[in-house]
């Protein structure tokens, strides 16, 4: 449980680059556990095949375990890339609007199909120049 403990489904606070790294570094203990288990099941099941004499290479059995154990503060990414698109539209750069929303998309939607269209949309759409009228002031 102590290596745990960094896991949360919600942050109340911000916390450091070296807390960050020892959940990632978690994040990737879990994935390792995960496909050492994913092998696992699979030899006990070829296993078990032998033990029944089934030829288990003809069977269609798969084994699913996950591969990601990132738990992401959505709504604080979300918050995060409205106040950089606030910003951005203060430096009147296309690139910049156009990739802060293809980072919400990523961030919004869950879907890698609908990501992947949004991306393309945002491609091929010229973003609109902002007004020099909304820009800040020269100093």
Same mark, same amino acid.
């Given at each position: 449980m102590e290596h745990l403990t960094p896991v949360r489904t919600y942050r109340?606070?911000?916390?450091?680059?070296i807390t960050m790294e020892t959940e990632f570094q978690i994040n990737t203990l879990l994935a390792n556990k995960?496909?050492?288990?994913?092998?696992?099941?699979?030899?006990?099941?070829a296993?078990?095949?032998?033990?029944?004499?089934i030829d288990s290479?003809?069977?269609?059995?798969?084994?699913i375990y996950p591969s990601r154990f990132e738990l992401r503060d959505k709504q604080a990414d979300l918050n995060f890339i409205k106040a950089a698109r606030?910003?951005?539209?203060?430096?009147?750069?296309v690139t910049l609007q156009r990739e802060l929303n293809k980072q919400f998309a990523r961030v919004a939607l869950s879907d890698d199909d609908l990501i992947e269209k949004v991306d393309k949309e945002l491609n091929k759409i010229k @973003?609109?120049?902002? !007004? /020099? @009228?909304?820009?800040? !002031? /020269? @100093?």
């Open positions: 109340k606070q911000i916390i450091s680059a995960a496909a050492q288990l994913q092998l696992t099941e699979y030899h006990i099941f296993l078990f095949c032998a033990w029944k004499g290479t003809k069977t269609d059995y798969e084994v606030d910003i951005a539209t203060l430096i009147n750069s @973003a609109a120049v902002v !007004p /020099a @009228a909304t820009a800040a !002031p /020269a @100093a």
